[in-house]
Structures are given as C-alpha cells and as structure tokens.
C-alpha cells in the first residue's frame, strides 16, 4: 500500500512537472511568434493549450483520488493539496500564453511598431521564475521559492517600462494606439505569468514550512 | 466525531460565504469609487483587502486540518476539495477589487473622460454572476452553476464595446490616452471577476455532478 501510494505521488508530482513545462512553453513560444512575426506557431500556441487544459483536469482527478484512497496525513497531504492549486495556476499561464498568441495574431496584420526588447526580457524572467518555482517544489527548496517571490518586482517594473513607452508612442502618432494597446495588454500577460509563478512559490514554500509568507513577502 | 465534522464543514462553507461577500462588495465598492469619483471609498477598498487575504490563509488551513483530521471521502473530500479552490478564486476576486481601486485613484487626478454606462453595467453582471456561482455551491445545484458559465459571453462582448469606444476617444484626441488606458484596463479587470466567478461555477458543477463541464462550456 505504502508502495503503491510513493509511487503514485512520485507520478503525479512527474505530470505537474511536465505540466508547467507545457506551459512554460506555451509563453515561450508566442513570444517567440510575436518576436519572429510567425503566425503559425501563434496558431500552434492556441490550439496546443487543449493538452494542458485536459493535464489540469487529469491531475486534478488525480489528487482527488489519492487523497479518497489513501487518506494521507502530514507533509503527503500538504503535497497533494498544493500540487491541487498549482495546476490551477498552471492552466492559466498556458491561458495567458493564448492570450498573447491572440495580440500577436492581431499584431501580425499590420507593420512592426518597434523592435522589441523589453517584452522578450519580460517573458525570459516571467518563464525563469515559473521554472525556479517548479524546480522549489520538487526539491522541496523553501529558499530558492522565496527568492521567486522577490523577483516578481523586477517584472512589474520592466512592465511599467513597457507602458511608459508605448504611451510615448501613441501620444505622439495616433495611428500607433492599436497596436500599442495590444502590446500594453502582452505586457501585462507576462507580468501575470510571474504572479502566477509567485503564486506556486509561495504555496512551494508553505509547504516545506509549514508557514505562508503569502500577503508577507509582497513587496519585499 | 461525526457530528464535529458536519459541524466544522458548515462553518467552512459559512466563512466561504463571508469571504466571497467581502470579494464581491470589494468590487462592487471600487466600481462606485470610480463612478462617483470618491477617493476615500477606493482608499478604503485597498486597505478592506488584508482582511480578505486573511479569510484565503485561514480557511486553506481549514480545509487541510479537517482532511487531516477526519479523512472523509466521496462527497465531503470534494467538497472540501473544492473549498480549497474557490478561495483562491475569491482572493483573486479581490485583487481585482484593489486593481480597480488603484485604477480609480489614478483616473481622478484627471477630469471625467466620459459618462461612464457599460463599465458598471459589466460590474454588476460580474458581481451577479460571483453570488449565484457561491449560492449553486451552497445549494449544490449544477443548473445555476452551468448557467452562470454561460453569461460570462456577455460579460466578455461589453469588454469588446468598452474597448472599441475607447479606441475611438483615443485616435480622435491623444489627451484622452492615458485616462482611456486606464478605462480600458478596468474592464479587463471586471472581465476577470466573472473569469473567476466562472471558475467557481465550474467547480461548483463538477463537485454535484462529479464530472468536469471545464474547457467544454466555453463558448456555449
């Protein structure tokens, strides 16, 4: 029985990880198609987020049914439980992957506004916390999530850089205003693909504390 | 022991209720702030958002403490389950709430751009649609839930319309751009009260049927 369950949870902890690589992927790649101006692999973006819409709901099962069957106690509950909110957290940077493919679609029929550097930056640090966040869960490394959870800032004020800018554009020459917005709104999914990533930390370092530093470490 | 736990399921699903009102009036409340231009009322929804963050850390441990303790199965192991889930929803529910409060105390360093109709018409669907999704949880009842699924279209076309309008301010006059951005982000925000309070109405659905309507639903 006691096999069986490690086994089992081995498992489920191996299809999270495959999981948040889907979806770290998923960001990767429609910046990748926003950058390279390629439609298709915007389009591969949107219809590759059925597989790890379909993982979310599999895992979730997969937690509910260990916990029925098992009924585990301790540091293997806490596991589950969290393992249950993270791959929420993962479907929805697979989400925010979409969302960007979609401006990048819409971006795509008109010319380039301005070469792209801060949101390429964004996205490389938003997919770097995402993996550190996973990477903190299996080796159960509270220290390595709470440095995830700090590095949330620096997102947040390239962000606010990326804003900056494009509202310079669009003052000075109206016929930039869509094409701005949408890079505005592209900028603001890279930033909730780190607050996604700090979410998990947090939940990463709840569970090898047994402490929250949820609504605790923000902003520091 | 069987009656202590039914007793402390109840109370679970009464501080579900109590959290999910204080998201909902969050919302609500930072809504008016910014129709009535009131400083104060969107200052007191920023500060109001502590107390809903608390609710999120105490009935998560809830949740795990009466898994521990009494390893219920079938039913009341998913409703738990999903308790653990839907106040994560809610707590995001909240920051929507302070997002929008923030939005607000920006916009009114600036005059009025315009009357604003669509924008509270989008809070209270969204708000409408949080309440029935925790009323089909406490009633258990998958009808309410699938319909609440059903309305977040709505939600999602007055997005389009809010946008489309700014839009127009914005390319006509390039003094409205920045209070525009910020009009246009605040109905992204309320897109996402009713993403959430989709989200629980999915959950809902599952934990009385014990079958996922998630990623199915969409775009009925």
Not at 165 to 176: A, C, K
């Amino acid at each position: 029985m006691e096999r069986h369950f490690d086994a089992e949870l081995t498992q489920l902890r191996e299809r999270l990880l495959a999981m948040g690589g889907m979806a770290e992927q998923a960001v990767g790649k429609a910046v990748k198609a926003l950058v390279d101006r390629h439609a298709a692999l915007a389009q591969a973006v949107i219809e590759e987020d059925a597989a790890i819409n379909r993982l979310e709901v599999d895992i979730e099962d997969a937690c509910l049914g260990l916990m029925a069957r098992y009924q585990p106690e301790a540091r293997d509950l806490r596991t589950i439980a969290m393992s249950f909110k993270i791959v929420n957290d993962l479907e929805r940077v697979g989400d925010q992957g979409v969302n960007i493919a979609e401006r990048t679609l819409d971006l795509l029929n008109e010319p380039l506004l301005k070469p792209l550097i801060d949101i390429p930056t964004m996205a490389v640090l938003a997919q770097q916390m995402l993996k550190d966040a996973l990477d903190g869960f299996v080796r159960q490394d509270a220290e390595l999530a709470r440095a995830v959870c700090r590095r949330d800032d620096d997102v947040d004020r390239l962000n606010d850089q990326v804003y900056q800018e494009l509202l310079g554009y669009m003052t000075r020459d109206p016929h930039t205003i869509a094409r701005a917005i949408d890079l505005i709104l592209i900028g603001r999914h890279l930033e909730r693909v780190a607050d996604h990533a700090t979410n998990i930390a947090e939940d990463v370092y709840y569970l090898v504390k047994g402490a929250t530093i949820k609504h605790r470490l923000t902003g520091v």
